[in-house]
Nanobody
Framework: QAQLVESGGGLVQAGGSLKLSCVDSGRRFGRDNAAWFRQAPGKEREFVAAIRFRSGSDHYADSVKGRFFIWSDNAKDTVFLQMYTLKPEDTGVYYC?????????????????WGKGTQVTVSS
């Protein structure tokens, strides 16, 4: 099973950028697919972006499309999330997760391994 550790979160002003990283020491990247989710205080965890390692294709939530970008460095067992033009509503804990499914999956229950998350705070 994947063993995921996120990093790169922090405090940034609205309009700024951050780059998140997720390292898989269990080396499941490439066999499983990966995604980023986020959870704001008092809200449910929501899908942000996903990547299919074999094809390199990606998929995004409408709220982040055109501002966030997901990609992987398979040699380093790492998935990245580059976030541009951040908004206060992007604030939350960002989680990396893996799924054994090859189709696009958006539900928390479809992912079987999770990191502990990294906090992103966007000030207005």
């Amino acid at each position: 099973q994947a063993q995921l550790v996120e990093s790169g979160g922090g405090l940034v002003q609205a309009g700024g950028s951050l780059k998140l990283s997720c390292v898989d020491s269990g080396r499941r990247f490439g066999r499983d697919n990966a995604a980023w989710f986020r959870q704001a205080p008092g809200k449910e965890r929501e899908f942000v972006a996903a990547i299919r390692f074999r094809s390199g294709s990606d998929h995004y939530a409408d709220s982040v499309k055109g501002r966030f970008f997901i990609w992987s460095d398979n040699a380093k067992d790492t998935v990245f999330l580059q976030m541009y033009t951040l908004k206060p509503e992007d604030t939350g804990v960002y989680y990396c997760a893996t799924t054994p499914y090859n189709s696009w999956r958006y539900g928390v229950g479809d992912y079987n391994a999770w990191g502990k998350g990294t906090q992103v705070t966007v000030s207005s």
